[in-house]
Every structure is written in structure tokens, then in C-alpha cells.
């Protein structure tokens, strides 16, 4: 990747289309906002191809995330909450946390970033009638 100065920020140009990336959300997504993209995207990613291998169907999945940061520290994130709501007929709910246990082990965002931030991951289930 190669990225480019550009008034109050950086750009890139990437496969999917241009990125810009700024402190100041006027001109770009804020580093810290990818950063927490970053994580939740591939720890969903990973964790919904995990369902689909085992045959979960499920009709929506949303994530909320809640960021701590310090800002005693350069606005350090300190903690990651991802908390997962999934829709679906026959929902377990430990077979849900089985999996995204396996998620978080195959994730490499999370895996890249585990020992300085912590991640907290917790599921709500919605269950449809049959």
C-alpha cells in the first residue's frame, strides 16, 4: 500500500476504492475508527463463515461496539466491547459462544492486537418462532 499526504490527512488507493484517513473527521474516517472496524469486520467475518460451515442460518447479525480509550495515554484504546446480536430460528446459545470462540482464535485482528487491547466479546440471541 502506498498512501499520499493530502490536506489534514493521508489517502489510499486501494482495490475497493480510495480510503481517506484524517484526526479530523471533516476530511476522513478517524485511525481509530478502522481500527475498531478492522477488528469487528474480521471477527465477523470469521465468525460468520464459521455458522455457514455448520449450517446456522441466521436472518440478521449486528454488532455494537463500545471503545475505552485513555486519553492520559495519546487516547490509547485500552478495550474493545463487541456485542453481538443474532437473529435466527434455533439459536444455541452455547454452540453461539463455542463458535465465537473459534472466531476470536482465527480472527488476525484480534490476534494482532489482544495483547495490548482487550477484547470483550458478548452475544444476545433473538429467537424467531418456526
Wanted: glycine share 4%; hydrophobic share 40%; charged share 30%.
Amino acid at each position: 500500500m502506498e498512501f499520499q499526504f493530502k490536506e489534514a490527512g493521508v489517502r489510499v488507493d486501494l482495490p475497493y476504492g480510495v480510503l481517506d484517513i484524517s484526526g479530523n473527521e471533516d476530511y476522513g474516517y478517524r485511525p481509530y475508527q478502522l481500527m475498531v472496524a478492522s477488528i469487528a469486520g474480521c471477527s465477523a467475518s470469521v465468525f460468520m463463515k464459521i455458522l455457514e460451515k455448520q449450517h446456522v442460518k441466521i436472518e440478521d447479525f449486528v454488532i455494537q461496539t463500545d471503545v475505552t480509550r485513555n486519553p492520559d495515554e495519546a487516547n490509547k484504546i485500552e478495550k474493545i466491547k463487541l456485542h453481538y446480536i443474532i437473529k435466527g430460528k434455533n439459536l444455541s446459545n452455547e454452540k453461539l459462544y463455542k463458535n465465537l470462540a473459534i472466531a476470536r482464535k482465527n480472527c488476525s485482528m484480534v490476534r494482532s492486537v489482544e495483547d495490548s487491547i482487550e477484547i470483550e466479546e458478548s452475544l444476545e440471541t433473538i429467537q424467531l418462532s418456526i
